[in-house]
């Protein structure tokens, strides 16, 4: 996607997952909430890779970081990673019936979540499983409302231009 | 599925794919490095956190709203009550400090006979927890204070009850605070009735923070409260942390099993103090050997 008219739409779904990202839930419901970020991530980076690829993942997951306030680079590395498996199998992903797809999907926020804990247990820092296991479960979950979301929004961007 | 056409023109791969994730891999490992090893790069986090604070801002807004429209609504019957518990609150509050004013006198009096320095009451300045979630790993709040404020790391956070956690980063116009309950916050407490000195660990549950290293024959039971020691330089001494609910005594270990409640509600407060320590408590000038 050569032109910029294109890129306003998906710059506003990145910042949207951003914010559900850091909006409060009951305690609860904490360890259960989806990776909006890398879900949304994984879509542009399936749909328009040229755009939407390891750098993108890179910038957005250093400003997670910093609004988390976890370790710098810690969400960028996991988010730089998932997405450039992505682009390598995007054409791939794109022919995949939905439960096909779901299932990588949930490959990948496995992926994600283990690079994660990775690096908590390189830093020392201890953080209990279901953190870890409750993301990528609601993540999968909601994986088919989210594409069917972000489908919308391209295929408006696409009809306009 | 309907591709992009530009993207779909040539679906050779994507140029230099692997140099850039290779790249932006190293850059990543480099940054977390000088993060977690050597704190170098506090510059930068402020300066992207400044960025991301518009964010925060609009997260939080619409709780804000909603807090605001409820205010608006109450009732004139609601707030009259309101206005009656809160006129028996404030007379209850002014009797306890009629005599709080006394013993902080009799307080100066009996340090003076002791020949310690005087304690100087701590500076406090209220803040809002924003409504934004902080680290998943670990208990954090995110306070509408920052640098610009005066507020700056290490500085201890209190709510009406008791203790709340201390700031970890002070940022430029937000900050983030550990809570007491997080796993890796450890807090210099004694038990007021006895004096009996001791650490209380967060541990990840809102409700108890554990006393790993309190001996078998120490004289704590259940129902005392801790308070702050000031031993650690972070806490000013004498605020409530905790109140201990279970003293399990196994013979053959040589620490008993204390765990304790905490007095604030960590995971309701929506405004908190923070404290601006002035002078070290007399209690710290060492004995000369």
């Known amino acids: 996607?050569?032109?910029?008219?294109?890129?306003?739409?998906?710059?506003?779904?990145?910042?949207?997952?951003?914010?559900?990202?850091?909006?409060?839930?009951?305690?609860?419901?904490?360890?259960?909430?989806?990776?909006?970020v890398a879900l949304t991530l994984i879509y542009w980076a399936m749909m328009l890779p040229r755009t939407w690829s390891v750098g993108t993942a890179w910038i957005i997951g250093i400003v997670i970081d910093v609004a988390q306030g976890t370790i710098l680079g810690q969400h960028a590395l996991a988010l730089c990673f998932i997405?450039?498996?992505?682009?390598?199998?995007?054409?791939?992903?794109?022919?995949f019936p939905m439960q096909q797809l779901t299932a990588t999907v949930f490959a990948i926020l496995t992926l994600y979540q283990f690079i994660l804990f990775w690096?908590?247990?390189?830093?020392?820092?201890?953080?209990?499983?279901?953190?870890?296991?409750g993301p990528v479960i609601t993540g999968t979950l909601f994986w088919p409302v989210v594409m069917t979301l972000l489908s919308g929004v391209r295929m408006r961007v696409q009809h306009s231009r | 599925?309907?591709?992009?056409?530009?993207?779909?023109?040539?679906p050779a791969r994507i140029p230099a794919l692997g140099v850039r994730l290779v790249a932006l891999l190293i850059l990543s490992i480099i940054l977390m490095v000088l993060d977690h090893r050597q704190n170098h790069l506090d510059t930068v986090r402020k300066a992207i956190g400044a960025a991301v604070y518009p964010l925060q801002v609009i997260v939080d807004a619409p709780f804000r709203l909603w807090a605001w429209v409820q205010e608006g609504t109450t009732s004139r019957n609601e707030l009259q009550l309101e206005l009656g518990r809160l006129k028996a609150e404030r007379l209850l509050t002014n009797a306890r400090l009629q005599r709080m004013t006394a013993l902080e006198a009799e307080n100066a009096r009996l340090r003076d006979l002791l020949d310690a320095r005087t304690q100087v009451r701590d500076e406090a300045r209220v803040a809002e927890i924003m409504a934004v979630d902080a680290n998943p790993y670990r208990?954090?709040?995110?306070?509408?204070?920052?640098?610009?404020?005066?507020?700056?790391?290490?500085?201890?956070?209190?709510?009406?009850?008791?203790?709340?956690?201390?700031?970890?980063?002070?940022?430029?116009?937000?900050?983030?605070?550990?809570?007491?309950?997080?796993?890796?916050?450890?807090?210099?407490?004694?038990?007021?009735?006895?004096?009996?000195?001791?650490?209380?660990?967060?541990?990840g549950d809102f409700g108890r923070l554990d006393l790993p290293?309190?001996?078998?024959?120490?004289?704590?039971?259940?129902?005392d409260l801790l308070v702050t020691s000031g031993l650690g330089g972070t806490f000013p001494a004498g605020y409530p942390v905790a109140i201990v609910e279970t003293v399990v005594r196994i013979p053959q270990e040589p620490f008993a099993d204390v765990t304790a409640r905490p007095a604030a509600l960590l995971d309701q407060v929506r405004e908190v103090m923070l404290i601006w320590k002035e002078e070290q408590p007399g209690e710290q000038e060492l004995p000369d050997e």
């Open chain 2, 213 to 223: 290293f309190i001996t078998n024959n120490a004289d704590i039971r259940p129902g």
């Open chain 1, 1 to 36: 996607m050569s032109s910029g008219s294109g890129r306003l739409p998906v710059i506003v779904t990145i910042i949207l997952a951003i914010m559900l990202t850091v909006m409060p839930l009951p305690g609860w419901a904490e360890p259960f909430r989806p990776d909006w």
């Open chain 2, 139 to 203: 208990h954090s709040i995110v306070l509408d204070i920052g640098q610009g404020e005066g507020a700056y790391d290490g500085q201890a956070i209190v709510d009406a009850a008791g203790v709340i956690g201390q700031i970890i980063e002070a940022g430029v116009a937000t900050s983030q605070a550990m809570l007491i309950s997080d796993p890796s916050h450890s807090l210099p407490v004694e038990v007021n009735r006895s004096g009996l000195r001791t650490i209380a660990n967060g541990t």
């Open chain 1, 119 to 133: 690096i908590n247990g390189v830093a020392g820092i201890e953080v209990a499983l279901v953190n870890y296991w």
């Open chain 1, 83 to 95: 997405v450039f498996v992505t682009v390598r199998f995007h054409l791939l992903m794109r022919v």
């Open chain 2, 1 to 10: 599925m309907v591709a992009s056409r530009a993207d779909n023109s040539n």
